[in-house]
């Protein structure tokens, strides 16, 4: 699964080819994702660079909202919209900017003005649906920033606050979250935890069982975590939940089975475990010995990371559940 800085190296590298910016649409936006259209009129009428417009806010809520998380990718020129109040926004089309080197200029001119303390290591391109039209997207990557918090500068109503990442939307900070970046106050850490049993022998295979779930091991309670199953390997989904009843320990976005991502009321208490989902496979005991998968978490106040499961099934016994945890690759 790609870092960040891959993702938007992978959506930039050409910038006559939009192909992978339009592949985006069908999925929703994330921790690490947002999709924003510019208003025509405050192009014509010059207004991007005006600390009043729509898109001057925006830019800098953006900035302040990644760089105060763990950082994301903001693609202008593809709208998204929430399905429903429990789901978070779907990008559904593409409305590419016009006068987009003009803008991408406007941009990089604001960078060090629509925030307090600039953020350093912000990279605005363009890539063009028509470049002699000049017509596309502009895809601005911004970093986690070591000078967290930044406040958004502007006059338009909601500037001058501090805003954060959260799930999948950007939200004004809470003080409790300004304290802590002011005074460094300690972070959730998380860990993958598996429990993996077999129960049943079907075909002269046996059938092997992975219940999977997140550990807070860290001095501070992890909000809004996210789980994605990235490779699935031998694994398949079971399909009926972590309790038997297709209830999972995570709510589940739509468009991607094999992703959990919580909202304002999932939380992990430190020291605490919560169950997500199952998943199933069947192995022959004379020939195979060892099963992989690969996940990525996250959560406020833990940067994205990614766990490789390896599970050895020659130690299993009937009905016997083993407990593994995993540690992140970095």
Not at 209 to 231: F, H
Not at 238 to 260: C, M
Request: contains cysteine; glycine residues 8%.
């Amino acid at each position: 699964m790609k870092t960040i800085e891959e993702e938007f190296q992978k959506l930039t590298e050409n910038e006559t080819d939009p192909s992978a910016i339009k592949g985006l649409i069908g999925r929703t936006e994330d921790l690490y994702l947002e999709c924003k259209t510019i208003n025509e009129d405050e192009i014509h009428s010059n207004m991007t660079t005006n600390s009043q417009s729509v898109v001057y806010f925006n830019y800098g809520k953006a900035l302040s909202a990644f760089a105060n998380a763990e950082g994301g990718i903001v693609v202008w020129g593809l709208f998204a919209k929430e399905g429903d109040k429990h789901s978070p926004d779907l990008i559904q089309e593409d409305r590419p900017v016009k006068q987009v080197t003009k803008v991408k200029t406007d941009f990089d001119s604001m960078t060090g003005k629509v925030v307090s303390r600039r953020v350093v290591g912000v990279q605005n391109k363009i890539v063009y649906t028509d470049k002699a039209k000049d017509l596309g997207f502009i895809v601005t990557y911004i970093p986690k920033s070591d000078e967290a918090p930044h406040r958004v500068e502007g006059d338009k109503k909601g500037s001058r606050r501090y805003y954060r990442r959260h799930g999948n939307g950007s939200y004004e900070m809470e003080h409790y979250e300004l304290e802590e970046l002011f005074g460094g106050r300690t972070r959730p850490k998380l860990k993958v935890i598996v429990r993996y049993y077999i129960h049943t022998r079907a075909n002269g295979l046996q059938q092997c069982s992975i219940d999977i779930g997140l550990k807070n091991i860290g001095m501070s309670v992890a909000k809004y975590p996210l789980l994605e199953i990235i490779e699935l390997g031998q694994f398949s989904k079971a399909g009926f939940g972590i309790d038997g009843n297709r209830n999972t320990g995570l709510p589940q976005p739509k468009g991607n089975s094999n992703k959990y991502q919580g909202g304002v009321s999932d939380i992990i208490h430190i020291d605490d475990t919560i169950w997500i989902d199952k998943y199933n496979t069947q192995y022959d005991e004379q020939k195979d010995k060892v099963y992989h998968m690969k996940v990525k978490i996250a959560c406020d106040g833990y940067k994205m990371s990614f766990v490789n499961i390896q599970l050895d099934v020659t130690d299993l016994h009937k009905g016997v559940p083993q407990y593994i945890e995993f540690d992140t690759e970095d």
